[in-house]
């Protein structure tokens, strides 16, 4: 089991610097990365629930007093799902006032899924500080002997662009809370 966990945190923090690099470089989250996020949610959630089942025998999901706390509480999956679906709808407001992409709006759905309702006030505080360390780096000019380099030369066209790949920013926050989680969370 322990192995399984590892294996999913493993591919949720790869689909994630997928999604940051993709944002980065093009200005587009794949679907299919958000879509894979999702899925490995799914099993991850999947395999917490057998657990659980595990521990009171073939019954022992349904008979057990915490099957509120495993299913629909903020601490269990119900947690999971409010925190995805609270971020994707202001996420989905901001792309309808046109301040988000869609990328990043579909991105916060697995990022809600992958922190958790217990993830939300650093997930919060991780993304203000990396927006404000965003906003700091785009405003100082950048030394010439690092202007040949393919990331400065991006960042400059961020820069006269304005249009800031804010998956970056959202997948940072979100590593950082996921690093940051106890272990048997």
Known sequence: MIASINIITIASVFLLLYAAWSDFRLWKIPNGTVLALIVV??????????????????????????LGATLFSFAGIGGDLAAGLLLFTLGFTLWCFRLFGA??????????????????????IFLLIGGVLTMLALRLPMPLQFAHYAVVMRLQEIRTTRKIPYGVIMVAAALAVMALRPAGA
């Not at 990328?103 to 919060?124: E, N, Q, R, T, V």
Request: glycine residues 14%.
């Open 41 to 66: 949610y799914a099993l991850d959630a999947t395999l917490r629930l057998l657990a659980a089942k595990e521990t009171g025998g073939a019954l022992g999901l349904l008979m057990e007093q915490d």
């Open 103 to 124: 990328g990043d709006a579909k991105l916060f759905l697995p990022i809600g899924l992958l922190i958790g309702w217990h993830g939300m006030l650093p997930f919060s």
